[in-house]
């Protein structure tokens, strides 16, 4: 099994910027590919960005290049989303996910955070 905490989420204008933060534990997490999806009211879950443990290749969704960047801390065992140039659009509870992949396909990750909540205002 592998544990997934999310923090870091909360209220900020648009323009604003906050970095989400996923400590990962559990066995063979290593192993896995680590991303970002998030969810907005009445809307599908979407990809946002991966990385892996292993390596510094990473993928970021079409709609977040440019703002957001996905990172890690092997030593600490945690993945960062640092979003910036925020907006409302962006608004959504964000998941932090585990998982043999694909990359972008929902169903390849095997292990969910609780989730947490960013909130954009206009």
Known sequence: QVQLVESGGGLVQAGGSLRLSCVASGRAFGRYLMAWFR?????EREFVAATRWTDDNTSHA???KG???ISKDN????VYLQMNSLNPDDTAV?????????????KGYLYWGQGTQVTVSS
């Open 39 to 43: 969810q907005a009211p009445g809307k």
């Open 62 to 64: 079409d709609s977040v």
């Open 67 to 69: 703002r957001f960047t």
């Open 75 to 78: 030593d600490k065992n945690t």
């Open 94 to 106: 964000y998941y932090c996910a585990a998982g043999p992949g694909p990359t972008t396909w929902l």
